[in-house]
């Protein structure tokens, strides 16, 4: 019988730059290419959001088929199927009796729990991960993973002094092994027509970096990164990154490469900067573990806040007292996508403003982002309730001081409806009748 390997692909859905597929490109034996949905993303969490809402759904699945069609041009085929990762892969690798399994190496420690399961049911199946969702292999930082620097900073400054060895970007594989023979085709079901202002996939991710890259933006992205509107005012990567549809070694060699047509500035490298952030959190969330997600974060005392389900249900739906917070929810709700400086706004409204548990806002952007990253999104959002990584302990963003500078003419307010009648108080019940009688 040939040998068979499975590939669990998760935030990988790409030809380019995929060590997994480049190496298994000669393989002599079969190839299993599975993505799993897992039931518990639609369920409501602790926090009464899911991990999937609609517009993230529907950008994965135009992920998954464009996937789909591109290995299909090789001769292979891309399973879908519905479960727990831990049943659906352990029995699919029992059932076709395949030797290995592969795939990238995840930072959440939830994802990585499920990995270990498998590992536990499968004892005689070799599993091999690879570290290609980062710039860096772990290896190659100039610190063992324990001493990672304390904050953004001065982590920046050790990988920028000894500049840190980012490989580059594999070209996209040509062929592909063939698929495990017997296997009943899992499809993903008919993708909706696209709607959205992003398309997922591999395909529109290569466009809009090309698109991207062939314009001037990037010689003026310092200046305009912090709109909290615009198409090209930021360069809009992290909605293809999320899915892993391209990778952030492309993009930084991509930066290079514009620096070497165009000529580097300020800005150019400010994008390179922000793609170190993006690392920093990945390896932040490693070493953080389970404590990503708790209410303290990294600190010893927790916050003083609260919980209040009514203001909780009005920051998600944009009816806050707050006008510019109204129109930045109101735009992620209808689209999927808010630029940082909105995401920072509405985060420092839920835990400075309404005094929420953040993680309940944290809960809500994993539900809403299309580009959403474990890594990034826990990270920046205890970063601004002052549990994170922030040396100066917290941000707090006056939302009239950023109206003025970000919106003097309450254009973004009007165009996303943020000035909504509500009132002036946001609690209808009063504390003292908490909890509230149904
Ligand atoms: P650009 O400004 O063009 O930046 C280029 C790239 O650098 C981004 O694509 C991203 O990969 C990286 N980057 C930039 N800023 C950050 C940052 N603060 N942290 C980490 N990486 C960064 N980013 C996500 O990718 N997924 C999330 O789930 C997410 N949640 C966030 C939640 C909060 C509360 C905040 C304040 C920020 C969050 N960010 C998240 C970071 C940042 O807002 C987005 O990466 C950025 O707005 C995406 O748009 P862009 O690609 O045009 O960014």
């Excluded at 030809?15 to 409501?44: H, K, Y």
């Excluded at 129109?327 to 005094?355: D, F, P």
């Excluded at 549990?387 to 970000?406: E, M, S, W």
Aim: charged share 20%.
């Amino acid at each position: 019988m040939k040998k068979r390997v499975l590939y669990w692909l998760q935030n990988d859905l790409r030809l380019v730059d995929n060590e997994i597929l480049s190496e298994l490109a000669d393989f002599d034996g079969e190839l299993d290419l599975v993505f799993v949905i897992e039931p518990r993303w639609f369920r409501q969490t602790n926090y009464q959001s899911k991990s999937f809402g609609t517009h993230k759904f529907n950008f994965l699945r135009e992920s998954l088929a464009a996937f789909a069609q591109a290995v299909e041009k090789l001769g292979q085929t891309l399973h879908v199927i519905t479960g727990e990762p831990e049943q659906v892969i352990s029995q699919r690798l029992q059932k076709y009796e395949i030797e290995t399994l592969v795939c990238t190496e995840q930072v959440g420690v939830y994802e990585q729990k499920q990995l270990n399961k498998i590992k536990a049911l499968c004892p005689h199946v070799t599993v091999k991960t690879y570290q290609q969702d980062t710039l860096f292999k772990a290896s190659d930082l100039p610190f063992q993973l324990d001493n990672l620097p304390k904050n953004f900073t001065a982590f920046r400054k050790k990988v920028e002094a000894e500049p840190t060895f980012i490989a580059a970007p594999l070209p996209a594989v040509g062929h592909l092994p063939h698929p495990v023979q017997l296997c009943p085709d899992n499809p993903i079901d008919d993708v909706p027509a696209h709607s959205g202002s992003f398309k997922g996939g591999l395909i529109a991710a290569q466009q809009h970096c090309n698109a991207y890259f062939s314009s001037k933006a990037p010689s003026s992205y310092k200046e305009t990164r912090n709109e909290l509107d615009g198409f090209s005012n930021s360069t809009k990567f992290s909605v293809w990154l999320a899915g892993g549809t391209i990778s952030a070694k492309q993009l930084y060699r991509e930066v290079e490469v514009y620096e070497l047509k165009n000529g580097a500035n300020e800005s150019s490298y400010w994008i390179k900067f922000e793609l170190l952030w993006r690392e920093y959190f990945k390896w932040h969330a490693v070493q953080a573990g389970v404590k990503l997600f708790h209410f303290k974060g990294q600190k010893q005392s927790a916050p003083l806040t609260t919980f209040n389900s009514q203001r909780f249900e009005a920051w998600c739906q944009g009816r806050t007292p707050f006008a510019l917070v109204n129109a930045i929810m109101h735009e992620l709700n209808a689209t999927g996508y808010i630029s940082n400086r909105s995401r920072q706004i509405a985060a420092s409204c839920l835990v400075n403003e309404l005094e929420l548990d953040w993680r309940y806002g944290a809960a809500y952007f994993e539900q809403q982002l299309i580009d959403y990253d474990v890594a990034a999104n826990w990270g920046n959002w205890q970063y601004i309730a002052g549990v994170g990584v922030d040396p100066r302990g917290g941000r707090h963003f006056h939302i009239n001081k950023q109206t003025a500078l970000y919106d003097p003419l309450a254009r973004f307010i009007r165009k996303w409806q943020g000035d909504v009648t509500v009132s002036e108080l946001i609690d209808v019940v009063d504390a003292a009748d908490w909890p509230i009688a149904t």
